[in-house]
């Protein structure tokens, strides 16, 4: 599957992330609401020095950022950046819709066979969760990979060890 990183593309250039979302779009389809929830890990120390992503590395070439841990990076950082980037990425032009739905902190487990590596233990593995919502999948996956949210996800790339996403669509409630 040959897919491109331009414009307007929801390929990111990951052949397994882009099965991933060939196939999640296949089943939601186009233009449908759709709420992604994440599970997160962070790192003890945000790791500046250790981004591979492109457009994080070509974003941010100036000042070193000062550290933190990742937990930091991730709640002070990130997401107020994240929300200042939303503000203008989902404003009239890309339609509005965009919004976090919770943000936790203090994961502990009721159910979770197979995920996490015995090793780690499930009750030590996620330390957050954050759930959003967007107006149509493809304005999600064209939003993170634009310049505007990897100015905000260059602390969250910094900040996470580890992150699990799951898309799935909002319905009413009975």
């Given amino acids: 599957m040959e897919e491109d ?18 196939d999640a779009m296949g089943k939601i389809g186009p233009g449908k609401p759709v709420v992604i929830i994440n599970l997160l890990r ?9 981004l591979t992503h492109a457009l994080a590395s070509s974003i941010h070439t100036g000042e070193p950022t000062p550290s933190a841990s990742g937990e930091e990076a991730y709640f002070k950082r990130y997401i107020p950046a994240y929300n200042e980037q939303c503000q203008k990425w989902f404003g009239d032009e890309h339609g509005k ?8 902190k203090g994961m502990l ?16 593995y996620w330390h957050a969760a954050i759930v959003l919502q967007y107006p149509n999948f493809e ?5 993170q ?5 990897w100015e905000a996800a260059y602390h969250r790339a910094a900040a996470l060890e580890d992150n699990v996403a799951w898309v799935t669509q ?3 409630a009975a």
């Avoid at 819709?97 to 936790?104: A, E, P």
């Avoid at 304005?139 to 939003?143: H, I, K, L, V, Y």
Wanted: proline share 6%; aromatic share 10%; charged share 30%.
């Fill in 5 to 22: 990183w331009s414009e307007g593309s929801i390929y990111s250039g990951d052949p397994a992330r882009d099965e991933l979302v060939k």
């Fill in 42 to 50: 962070f790192r003890e120390d945000a790791d500046y020095q250790g």
């Fill in 97 to 104: 819709g965009q919004k976090i739905l919770c943000v936790s």
């Fill in 109 to 124: 487990p009721l159910l979770n066979y197979g995920r996490v590596p015995e090793e780690q233990g499930d009750a030590n």
């Fill in 139 to 143: 304005r999600a996956m064209e939003f």
């Fill in 145 to 149: 990979k634009s310049d505007a949210y």
């Fill in 170 to 172: 909002p319905m009413e």
